[in-house]
């Protein structure tokens, strides 16, 4: 379907005198880098490309039938003003020309003017949320109210006024709460708790931390009762004596790490931590399979299913592990990122054997090594952190 589309595009260019840009990329394998869906990915990398293109405006074919599905999804998974007010007619350089208008307004006037048009196949199945939306949520709404769509872009242009209006407060407000890039905690708690919100995201959108709803009542306590948290990569939010700051994380030097090879049991010093290995042979001991299990999970091994060579070592770029009971293999990259601040990744837990890894630190062990019923001997371990 992608090759149909891309020739129904170049023949409509062609016929149009419009200049045509065709970028192929490999969506399939930046989604299990990155652990995104199909559909996000696309989307990310769709918005990368445009914005490489240097183009004064870039403009997207969102329609109002667009915006009400959003606003459902929004609010089926929960939002503020600005998630039940969809997607904006303008960001930045981006424009929505055909934001006001319904998707059967658009093909109208397509068939009106003798222009043919492709679908997207998936478009017409239930596999995507939005879809679901589109086809049964959407027409449930229209038998209640018929004239739906315009109650919706009235609702619309109501909810944009007021999130607005709030954005200007907000902005009028700043000033007064930021003093030299960091936050006074009383002159933003004298707010109205929709003001000081948005001025905190504000502040947090200058640092370049883009951060959700859901984690603001968790930022706001800490920001009021002081404390340190890592809120995005290696940047941490400090609040104490009454200011509040965004400082980088100061990283643990890693040039010196080298590979520790693992020679029986007994403790080892790797990257800051301690690690003590102990072999436990399950046919001399009074234990079932499964207490074991629960008790290690995702700090113990098979012994006779390790390979030779075992090593702690630094992760290496592109390197993949197949997790215990998980359907694919993952970035030991990713799993590092979502699983450990950023000061403990690069000097993270990684054990290998001549086979590749069998452990990272924070997301447990290969399915290949894992212990089961006919399991004898068992390679316990326990990380323990010296700074």
């Given at each position: 379907?992608?090759?149909?589309?891309?020739?129904?595009?170049?023949?409509?260019?062609?016929?149009?005198?419009?200049?045509?840009?065709?970028?192929?990329?490999?969506?399939?394998?930046?989604?299990?880098?990155?652990?995104?869906?199909?559909?996000?990915?696309?989307?990310?990398?769709?918005?990368?490309?445009?914005?490489?293109?240097?183009a004064?405006?870039?403009?997207?074919?969102?329609?109002?039938?667009d915006?009400?599905?959003?606003?459902?999804?929004?609010?089926?998974?929960?939002?503020?003003?600005?998630?039940?007010?969809?997607?904006?007619?303008?960001?930045?350089?981006?424009?929505r020309?055909?934001?006001?208008?319904?998707?059967?307004?658009?093909?109208?006037?397509?068939?009106?003017?003798?222009?043919?048009?492709?679908?997207?196949?998936?478009n017409l199945?239930?596999?995507?949320?939005?879809?679901r939306?589109?086809?049964?949520?959407?027409?449930?709404?229209?038998?209640?109210?018929?004239?739906?769509?315009?109650?919706?872009?009235?609702?619309?242009?109501?909810?944009?006024?007021?999130?607005?209006?709030?954005?200007?407060?907000?902005?009028?407000?700043?000033?007064?709460?930021?003093?030299?890039?960091?936050?006074?905690?009383?002159?933003?708690?004298?707010?109205?708790?929709?003001?000081?919100?948005?001025?905190?995201?504000?502040?947090?959108?200058?640092?370049?931390?883009?951060?959700?709803?859901?984690?603001?009542?968790l930022?706001?306590?800490?920001?009021?009762n002081?404390?340190?948290?890592?809120?995005?990569?290696?940047?941490?939010?400090?609040?104490?004596?009454?200011?509040?700051?965004?400082?980088?994380?100061?990283?643990?030097?890693?040039?010196?790490?080298?590979?520790?090879?693992?020679?029986?049991?007994?403790?080892?010093?790797?990257?800051?931590?301690?690690?003590?290995?102990k072999?436990?042979?399950?046919?001399?001991?009074?234990?079932?399979?499964?207490?074991?299990?629960?008790?290690?999970?995702?700090?113990?091994?098979?012994?006779?299913?390790?390979?030779?060579?075992l090593?702690?070592?630094?992760?290496?770029?592109?390197?993949?592990?197949?997790l215990?009971?998980?359907?694919?293999?993952?970035?030991?990259?990713?799993?590092?990122?979502?699983n450990?601040?950023?000061?403990?990744?690069?000097?993270?837990?990684?054990?290998?054997?001549?086979?590749?890894?069998?452990?990272?630190?924070?997301?447990?062990?290969?399915?290949?090594?894992?212990?089961s019923?006919?399991?004898?001997?068992?390679?316990?371990?326990?990380?323990?952190?010296i700074?």
């Amino acid at each position: 379907e992608s090759e149909r589309d891309q020739k129904f595009c170049d023949e409509l260019c062609e016929k149009q005198g419009i200049e045509l840009t065709v970028k192929r990329i490999d969506v399939k394998t930046y989604c299990n880098e990155h652990s995104v869906s199909t559909e996000e990915g696309a989307r990310e990398l769709r918005y990368e490309i445009f914005q490489q293109l240097g183009a004064d405006k870039i403009c997207t074919a969102h329609s109002l039938s667009d915006c009400i599905e959003t606003t459902v999804f929004n609010l089926a998974r929960g939002t503020g003003l600005k998630g039940l007010c969809s997607i904006p007619p303008k960001r930045d350089n981006i424009v929505r020309p055909l934001i006001n208008c319904t998707r059967e307004e658009i093909l109208a006037f397509l068939e009106r003017s003798s222009q043919d048009y492709v679908t997207d196949s998936t478009n017409l199945t239930d596999d995507y949320t939005r879809n679901r939306i589109r086809h049964n949520v959407i027409p449930q709404l229209e038998r209640i109210n018929s004239s739906l769509m315009k109650s919706y872009a009235n609702t619309l242009s109501y909810l944009r006024k007021d999130m607005l209006y709030l954005e200007k407060c907000a902005l009028q407000a700043y000033d007064s709460c930021i003093s030299d890039g960091n936050i006074e905690v009383s002159a933003l708690y004298q707010l109205d708790d929709c003001i000081s919100d948005r001025v905190l995201m504000m502040w947090l959108q200058n640092n370049d931390i883009s951060v959700s709803s859901e984690k603001m009542p968790l930022i706001n306590d800490l920001i009021r009762n002081g404390g340190k948290m890592n809120i995005a990569g290696d940047k941490f939010l400090i609040s104490k004596n009454g200011r509040a700051s965004i400082e980088q994380a100061r990283l643990l030097d890693t040039a010196d790490i080298a590979p520790v090879k693992i020679n029986g049991d007994g403790e080892y010093t790797y990257g800051g931590r301690k690690i003590v290995f102990k072999t436990v042979n399950l046919e001399s001991i009074d234990c079932k399979y499964d207490n074991v299990h629960n008790l290690f999970a995702n700090c113990c091994m098979d012994c006779d299913k390790i390979k030779p060579g075992l090593v702690l070592h630094k992760y290496n770029e592109g390197d993949r592990i197949h997790l215990v009971n998980r359907d694919t293999d993952y970035s030991i990259r990713k799993l590092l990122k979502n699983n450990l601040p950023l000061e403990k990744r690069a000097s993270a837990v990684v054990i290998y054997d001549d086979d590749g890894a069998v452990f990272v630190e924070g997301s447990g062990v290969c399915e290949r090594v894992k212990i089961s019923k006919d399991t004898k001997k068992v390679l316990t371990f326990a990380i323990d952190y010296i700074i």
